[in-house]
């Protein structure tokens, strides 16, 4: 009678033990995608060219899983490095001690994320021996005459709160172009006038300047994804051109004063006259993907030691 009772329950749970075993329902491990949170990591500004309007938060926690494939998606891509232009080449320097270097510009550089994240894991690269303060001077939807009036002014935007740039103390100071805030095409002139003024300012601030003509637009689907402007495309390819003009524009502004330049924007160009997708992000269409923003730092902090910046 014992035996028949014991092969009766050992039969039960056999029949029943998938659910109530202790190892089949412990729940696997999460698995690490970042030691960055997603919202600090995968969060995205509102465009540089158009308003968007608001959304739910329901909305924005699906834009937030948009942006993480788009990651995934460009951690794929920029493992070709057929697809992405080469980092120039420099030694790594042997110097020590501390330095501060600020970029300022619009949402094109507010993606570099507050610390600069992306400059501070390619500047340790480079200069193993130093320390750095990097400051992220970068508002979104700004354009350059926007950008000349705040050089003087306390800097107070996300988390981050800086005395004005010129009294930062920086020894180097990185200008993004502010040419996707292009002014209305017929105003280039005064776009130089005003960039020309910034550059001079800043120069006069005791630090070293340099001009960074950043990646080359996308052009027929610019500001295509799901946060993105999605015009017609006739419209994205027309504000995408000017963006190029612009950018043409500045890296001429830059060079007849003298100041160094890093010209990403030729880089990135390809003979179509569209930027390189991979490192544009797929949720706007508009600014760089984890791999465009690797690819601007790797070559920022490769062109600062080339070129004996600090």
């Given amino acids: 009678m014992k035996l028949k009772f014991l092969l009766i329950f050992f039969a039960l749970g056999a029949l029943f033990g998938l659910g109530v075993s202790p190892w089949l329902n412990t729940r696997p491990q999460q698995v690490l995608l970042s030691p960055v949170s997603q919202i600090e990591a995968y969060s995205e500004p509102e465009t540089d060219t158009q308003s968007q309007s608001n959304?739910?938060?329901?909305?924005?926690?699906?834009?937030?899983?948009?942006?993480?494939?788009?990651?995934?998606?460009?951690?794929?891509?920029?493992?070709?490095?057929?697809?992405?232009?080469?980092?120039?080449?420099?030694?790594?320097s042997s110097h020590s001690g501390h330095s501060t270097i600020a970029v300022f510009g619009d949402s094109m550089t507010d993606t570099m994320g507050t610390n600069l994240p992306y400059l501070a894991s390619a500047l340790e690269s480079y200069y193993p021996n130093m320390d750095f303060d990097l400051l992220n001077y970068g508002i979104g939807s700004q354009n350059?005459?926007?950008?000349?009036?705040?050089?003087?002014?306390?800097?107070?935007?996300?988390?981050?709160n800086y005395p004005p740039i010129t009294q930062a103390n920086a020894d180097?100071?990185?200008?993004e172009s502010f040419a996707y805030n292009p002014l209305d095409a017929?105003?280039?002139?005064?776009?130089?006038?005003?960039?020309?003024?910034?550059?001079?300012?800043?120069k006069n601030s005791n630090a070293k300047v340099v001009f960074l003509a950043t990646i080359a637009p996308l052009k027929s689907k610019f500001g295509q994804g799901p946060g993105g402007v999605n015009w017609d495309q006739d419209t994205a390819w027309n504000h995408a051109t000017k963006i190029q003009s612009?950018?043409?524009?500045?890296?001429?502004?830059?060079?007849?004063?003298?100041?160094?330049?890093?010209?990403?924007y030729h880089a990135t160009l390809q003979d179509n006259g569209e930027g390189i997708a991979s490192l544009v992000s797929t949720h706007d269409g508009i600014h760089p993907s984890v791999a465009g923003h690797t690819y601007i730092a790797q070559q920022l902090a490769a062109y600062i030691l080339k070129n004996q910046l600090l």
Avoid: C, M, W
């Fill in 55 to 92: 959304v739910t938060e329901t909305g924005k926690t699906i834009d937030s899983y948009f942006a993480y494939f788009d990651h995934e998606q460009n951690k794929l891509l920029a493992s070709n490095p057929s697809e992405i232009p080469q980092v120039l080449g420099a030694e790594t």
């Fill in 186 to 202: 017929s105003e280039i002139g005064t776009y130089q006038q005003n960039l020309s003024s910034l550059l001079s300012q800043l």
């Fill in 246 to 264: 612009f950018l043409e524009a500045g890296l001429a502004t830059a060079s007849n004063l003298g100041i160094p330049t890093l010209d990403l």
């Fill in 144 to 160: 350059v005459t926007q950008g000349l009036a705040r050089v003087t002014q306390n800097y107070s935007y996300q988390d981050r």
């Fill in 172 to 175: 180097l100071i990185i200008v």
